[in-house]
């Protein structure tokens, strides 16, 4: 259904909208009006938002299963955006902590929101950007960590020593995964393609495997983990590069990972598993961006932005994102 026009007396901000699902062109920019902050309330004036791989998913609606968050018929949530950088310019009723001008990382969660010049979030989900760190390098260090974080920590349990294998390393979460694991001591081997190489070193690998060169199973190990953060490889297609008690992870779901998860454990002690970052609770995903932006504003994480978009031309940013190659995070910025 097309957004009624606002009357021209209303302040307004930009917005992309979707209102059928289909490829990058049918994301439209328009206008609405401006939010208002409720009691508890932010609104900030975005500065950069990220386009991820989910969000190409839900504007597709591909897979169809996607449908079942998004809306069965059309998209139930036009605007689109989740990790949203920028000023806060409004503060509703019983906030504390935030003032308007302080610059902040906002997560908006499954109401999304942020393809918008202003979006309206609960403070609680709004984490103040650090002094010296620029907004953009702090969106691109959300997107990416706030998977890679509970990953690494959680369910790789990376300790110093820890022999961790990265697919995908020069993806939004493997470039956090490898650089997160590198923090905690762990022996980081990267897979990615040629152009990636000298990218997936600088973030701390210490072995870099080029996938146009060698294949992920000749990747060498043993690995006490192997993170698959694109979701290319399977369990059974790693699991000679196991370690005996090794684990595989991965972000994306697949038959694969499923079944070995809750029935057919890989052999000789080791183990596959799946997880959903995003469906953590509010605090705990906030302690995380918390926790990301700190290491980010002490230098021992950095921000890969690949590419930037004005936001009128998501399409565009979205039908580069889906290609798959992109580096780390790409941004629209309002
Ligand atoms: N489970 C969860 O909670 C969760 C949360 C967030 C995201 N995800 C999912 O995780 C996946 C990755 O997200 P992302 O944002 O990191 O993706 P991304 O940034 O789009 O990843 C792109 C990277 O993948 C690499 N790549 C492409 N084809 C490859 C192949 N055949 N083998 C190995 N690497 C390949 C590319 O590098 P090279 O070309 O250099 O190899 C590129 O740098 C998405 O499917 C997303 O939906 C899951």
Same mark, same amino acid.
């Given at each position: 259904?097309?957004?009624? $026009?606002?009357?021209? !007396? *209303?302040?307004?901000?930009?917005?992309?909208?979707?209102?059928?699902?289909?490829?990058?062109?049918? #994301?439209? /920019?328009?206008?609405?009006?401006?939010?208002?902050?409720?009691?508890?309330?932010?609104?900030?004036?975005?500065?950069?938002?990220?386009?991820?791989?989910?969000?190409?998913?839900?504007?597709?609606?591909?897979?169809?299963?996607?449908?079942?968050?998004?809306?069965?018929?059309?998209?139930?949530?036009?605007?689109?955006?989740?990790?949203?950088?920028?000023?806060?310019?409004?503060?509703?009723?019983?906030?504390?902590?935030?003032?308007?001008?302080?610059?902040?990382?906002?997560?908006?969660?499954?109401?999304?929101?942020?393809?918008?010049?202003? *979006?309206? $979030?609960?403070?609680?989900?709004?984490?103040?950007?650090? =002094?010296?760190?620029?907004?953009?390098?702090?969106?691109?260090?959300?997107?990416?960590?706030?998977?890679? %974080?509970?990953?690494?920590? =959680?369910?790789?349990?990376?300790?110093?020593?820890?022999? %961790?294998?990265?697919?995908?390393?020069?993806?939004?979460?493997?470039?956090?995964?490898?650089?997160?694991?590198?923090?905690?001591?762990?022996?980081?081997?990267?897979?990615?393609?040629? !152009?990636?190489?000298? #990218?997936?070193?600088?973030?701390?690998?210490?072995?870099?495997?080029?996938? &146009?060169? &060698?294949?992920?199973?000749?990747?060498?190990?043993?690995? !006490?983990?192997?993170?698959?953060?694109?979701?290319?490889?399977? /369990?059974?297609?790693?699991?000679?590069?196991?370690?005996?008690?090794?684990?595989?992870?991965?972000?994306?779901?697949?038959?694969?990972?499923?079944?070995? &998860?809750?029935?057919?454990?890989?052999?000789?002690?080791?183990? +596959?598993?799946?997880?959903? &970052?995003?469906?953590?609770?509010?605090?705990?995903?906030?302690? =995380?961006?918390?926790?990301?932006?700190?290491? +980010?504003? +002490?230098?021992? *994480?950095?921000?890969?932005? =690949?590419?930037?978009?004005?936001?009128?031309?998501?399409?565009?940013?979205?039908?580069?994102?889906?290609?798959?190659?992109?580096?780390?995070? *790409?941004?629209?910025?309002?």
């Amino acid at each position: 259904m097309p957004t009624p $026009v606002p009357a021209a !007396d *209303v302040a307004t901000t930009p917005v992309v909208v979707h209102h059928r699902y289909g490829p990058p062109s049918v #994301l439209r /920019a328009d206008r609405r009006p401006l939010p208002v902050a409720g009691p508890g309330d932010v609104v900030v004036a975005v500065e950069a938002v990220a386009v991820s791989r989910a969000e190409c998913a839900f504007r597709a609606a591909d897979p169809p299963v996607a449908r079942l968050a998004t809306g069965l018929r059309r998209p139930r949530r036009p605007v689109l955006g989740g990790d949203v950088g920028g000023r806060v310019v409004q503060v509703g009723a019983g906030v504390a902590g935030l003032r308007t001008g302080d610059r902040v990382v906002a997560q908006t969660g499954i109401t999304m929101g942020g393809y918008a010049g202003h *979006v309206r $979030v609960p403070a609680a989900a709004a984490t103040p950007v650090p =002094d010296g760190l620029d907004v953009r390098a702090a969106v691109a260090v959300v997107e990416g960590g706030s998977t890679a %974080l509970p990953f690494v920590r =959680d369910h790789a349990r990376v300790r110093p020593g820890t022999r %961790l294998l990265v697919n995908g390393a020069a993806g939004a979460v493997g470039a956090a995964a490898v650089q997160l694991a590198a923090h905690l001591g762990a022996e980081v081997t990267g897979v990615c393609s040629t !152009d990636h190489v000298d #990218l997936v070193r600088s973030l701390g690998a210490v072995a870099v495997v080029d996938r &146009t060169r &060698t294949r992920l199973e000749d990747a060498g190990g043993p690995f !006490d983990v192997v993170l698959d953060a694109v979701g290319t490889s399977s /369990a059974r297609r790693c699991r000679h590069l196991l370690a005996p008690r090794g684990v595989y992870l991965t972000t994306v779901p697949s038959l694969d990972v499923l079944v070995r &998860t809750a029935l057919r454990p890989l052999a000789r002690g080791r183990s +596959a598993a799946i997880a959903f &970052t995003g469906l953590r609770p509010p605090a705990a995903r906030a302690a =995380d961006v918390a926790e990301l932006l700190a290491l +980010a504003g +002490a230098g021992t *994480v950095r921000g890969v932005v =690949d590419r930037t978009w004005p936001l009128a031309q998501a399409a565009e940013a979205h039908a580069y994102v889906e290609a798959g190659h992109k580096a780390g995070t *790409v941004l629209l910025l309002p």
